[in-house]
Every structure is written in structure tokens, then in C-alpha cells.
T-cell receptor
Framework: GNSVTQMEGPVTLSEEAFLTINCTYT??????LFWYVQYPGEGLQLLLK?????DKGSNKGFEATYRKETTSFHLEKGSVQVSDSAVYFC??????????????FGEGTQLTVNP | DAGVIQSPRHEVTEMGQEVTLRCKPI?????LFWYRQTMMRGLELLIY????????DSGMPEDRFSAKMPNASFSTLKIQPSEPRDSAVYFC???????????FGSGTRLTVV
């Protein structure tokens, strides 16, 4: 079946540091890939997505590239801010280009950014 | 759009009591999902609906849990009787087929004492 493996947390960085959160996946078909962010006390919010190989999703300074050859979708940001402190979830869907299919989530990575 | 609306935001109840969680999806969305989040088990998909019809309830932990979607704008998740191990944050999410990604509600934090 489908699965998502994320870098274990927690991750603690200083403001303006470079961020990488690793995500690899196992899927039988050609999934769409997502990063969600959960701020304290809130629900998950879609951060970015990519629907086919070599696509790059980007939003709010975060980027992730869909790498089929390495089955990875690593999240990166060049300079983190205190406000980026949150839990980040990598996810995949069974079918590309459809939100109707169920999402498979990774375990989440807690990021804390210190001033 | 107001987004996915869940109520209540917080619920504290005694063991053995019935608990009902409510969700209003985004208008026009045809998929609705119920998730449970705990520190130990992370995010778990409990059940999801398409056009108000349950598609997969294999994640529902046991018969004490039931979910309904009587119409396109409302769903409930019921736990009867509740137990302390049901304490968690329960999220509802909705989506529109053909557009990637879910929209989550803010969740209901359930505490069973």
C-alpha cells in the first residue's frame, strides 16, 4: 500500500537558518504529493503541492520538488522565521489530479524556530 | 467562504456519555473526511463520504463510533459510549473531486474523563 516517511523531529533552528524536512514515499501508481502545515491549536492547512514528476510546488518561501527517481518530496526554505514554527506533514493521494481520493499522511515533523 | 466549520471546539465529557461532533463542509465539496489526531497515533482517517455516501469506514475504531452525512452540508461523528482513550482532536476535512488537496476544519478537542 501507499506510505509516507518523514524526517523525525523535533527540529529546532535559529531564525534565518536553512530548513530541510525530508519526505519519501511508497506508492503503486503516480500520486500527487502535498505538504500541509499545522499551527498550534489549528487544523492542517495546505502549504504546497505537486501533481507530477519534476513539478515544483512553492508557497510562502517554501519549496518542494517531486522526484520520482528517488521517490522524494523534501520541503525546503532558505531562511526560516519564528512564525514558521509548526508541525509539517507530508502526504500523498492515490490518484493524481483528484482531491477526492484519500490522503496518506506522514507522521509530522515539529519545527521550532528560535529568535 | 467560511471554510470547514466544526463544533464544538472543545468538549469535556464523562466516560460512558454520548458525544456528537459536527461538521459543515465547504459548499459544493463532494468529499468529506473525518480524522482523529493523537500524540501516540498521529493522524488517523476514520471514515470518508462521497456525495453523502460512506465510502470507507475501515478506520472507525469500533462499534462505539458512528458517522452520518444526512445531506451535503452536514455530517456528525458520534461516540457512544465514550471512553478516556477516545480523547483526541477530531478533524473534519472536505474536498472537491478534480482539485488536489483537502480543506481542514479547526478540529474538536475531545476530553473524556
Amino acid at each position: 500500500g501507499n506510505s509516507v516517511t518523514q524526517m523525525e523531529g523535533p527540529v529546532t533552528l535559529s531564525e534565518e537558518a536553512f530548513l530541510t524536512i525530508n519526505c519519501t514515499y511508497t506508492a503503486t501508481g503516480y500520486p500527487s504529493l502535498f505538504w500541509y502545515v499545522q499551527y498550534p491549536g489549528e487544523g492542517l492547512q495546505l502549504l504546497l503541492k505537486a501533481t507530477k514528476a519534476d513539478d515544483k510546488g512553492s508557497n510562502k518561501g517554501f519549496e518542494a520538488t517531486y522526484r520520482k527517481e528517488t521517490t522524494s518530496f523534501h520541503l525546503e526554505k532558505g531562511s526560516v522565521q519564528v512564525s514558521d514554527s509548526a508541525v509539517y506533514f507530508c502526504a500523498l493521494s492515490d490518484l493524481a489530479e483528484t482531491s477526492g481520493s484519500r490522503l496518506t499522511f506522514g507522521e509530522g515533523t515539529q519545527l521550532t524556530v528560535n529568535p | 467562504d467560511a471554510g470547514v466549520i466544526q463544533s464544538p471546539r472543545h468538549e469535556v465529557t464523562e466516560m460512558g456519555q454520548e458525544v456528537t461532533l459536527r461538521c459543515k463542509p465547504i459548499s459544493g465539496h463532494d468529499y468529506l473526511f473525518w480524522y482523529r489526531q493523537t500524540m501516540m497515533r498521529g493522524l488517523e482517517l476514520l471514515i470518508y463520504f462521497n456525495n453523502n455516501v460512506p465510502i470507507d469506514d475501515s478506520g472507525m475504531p469500533e462499534d462505539r463510533f458512528s458517522a452520518k452525512m444526512p445531506n451535503a452540508s452536514f455530517s456528525t461523528l458520534k461516540i457512544q459510549p465514550s471512553e478516556p482513550r477516545d480523547s483526541a482532536v477530531y478533524f473534519c476535512a472536505s474536498s472537491l473531486a478534480g482539485r488536489a488537496g483537502y480543506t481542514f476544519g479547526s478540529g474538536t478537542r475531545l476530553t473524556v474523563v
